[in-house]
């Protein structure tokens, strides 16, 4: 779990279109949609970079990385 990280990853199933654009930008091969909280993650942040609909919330320390469509407007 994410016990000893200060970097969190959420998944808003409700946002997600399931393109597995998240699975595919992963250097670790972890399955974001099925073990966002795998042992595997290095919380590198890509996923949620890549993700079109902005439903990974990754957030390290108090700085959260939104992807560029929640930045823009
Ligand atoms: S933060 Fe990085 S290592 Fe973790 S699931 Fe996302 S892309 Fe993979
Ligand atoms: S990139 Fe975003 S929308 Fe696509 S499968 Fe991953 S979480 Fe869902």
């Given at each position: 779990m994410n016990?000893?990280?200060i970097a969190r990853m959420k998944l808003d199933r409700e946002s997600c279109i399931t393109c597995g654009k998240c699975v595919r930008s992963c250097p670790m091969q972890v399955d974001v949609l099925k073990d966002?909280?795998?042992l595997e993650c290095i919380r590198c942040g890509?996923?949620?970079?890549?993700c079109p609909t902005g439903a990974i919330?990754?957030?390290?320390?108090k700085i959260s990385l939104a992807p560029n469509e929640k930045r823009g407007k």
């Open positions: 016990k000893i990280s966002i909280y795998s890509k996923c949620a970079e890549v919330d990754f957030k390290f320390g």
